[in-house]
């Protein structure tokens, strides 16, 4: 599906809120990447018409940060951490898991479009490791059994709630809430007693000699 009329407005919407407006460069591209699943050439000619800045140079963006996709991702983007702390506790079998489960390997989508797998660095929430995020929401504490279960969930179409987010949507929409952040899902809960558990203790055991 090309660059809808309706997203190339949008596009010029985002970049009327930089003072610059090649600042909006990396929200425009997550809306390109939601209308097309992917970042296209259409997609990288539109950024750089609205812009007016050359395809090179979006491209040097889109292929420098990881979260923009050249393939199709379709429905999920499931993301599992093996990064140091979740790798230690367990984040390298919940990946086999994943992939046994699916047929897919990193950076590849299944056969029906249903999930697109990668192996993911830190998602600087360690506290919970290992980590799996499905549309880049959090599902904590997972296991082999409980990430499996939950692509299941997925499959089925049944609802499934991110740990500490919303209820899952889909990578589109999650990509459209990355260009236009004011959806009012960010209300959703994203810390918990555990992960400022180091936080109390510090408060209550100030370092002798601290400044205040
Ligand atoms: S190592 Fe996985 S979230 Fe930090």
Request: proline share 13%; net charge negative.
């Given at each position: 599906m090309p660059i809808s009329d309706q997203a190339r407005a949008q596009m010029r919407e985002i970049a009327a809120?930089?003072?610059?407006?090649?600042?909006?460069l990396l929200p425009m591209l997550h809306l390109a990447q939601s209308e097309e699943d992917a970042i296209t050439t259409d997609g990288i000619n539109t950024c750089a018409e609205v812009l007016g800045i050359t395809p090179a140079e979006v491209t040097a963006v889109a292929t420098f940060y990881t979260m923009y996709k050249r393939e199709r991702v379709g429905k999920h983007h499931i993301g599992v951490c093996i990064n140091t702390m979740c790798g230690l506790l367990g984040g390298d079998a919940v990946w086999d898991a994943v992939v046994d489960a699916t047929g897919a390997s990193h950076n590849t989508t299944t056969p029906d479009g249903e999930f697109f797998l990668e192996r993911i660095e830190?998602?600087?929430a360690c506290t919970h490791a290992p980590v799996m995020t499905v549309d880049w929401e959090f599902m904590d504490d997972v296991t082999p059994a409980s990430a499996v279960e939950i692509l299941d969930r997925l499959r089925r179409g049944e609802q499934v709630q991110a740990t500490r987010g919303p209820v899952i949507r889909d990578f589109e929409a999650t990509e459209r809430t990355l260009a236009f952040?004011?959806?009012?899902?960010?209300?959703?809960?994203?810390?918990?007693d555990k992960m400022l558990a180091g936080l109390k203790i510090a408060r209550e055991h100030p370092i002798e000699g601290e400044n205040a």
């Open positions: 809120r930089y003072p610059s407006a090649r600042s909006a830190c998602q600087a952040p004011d959806d009012g899902l960010a209300d959703a809960p994203s810390v918990d």
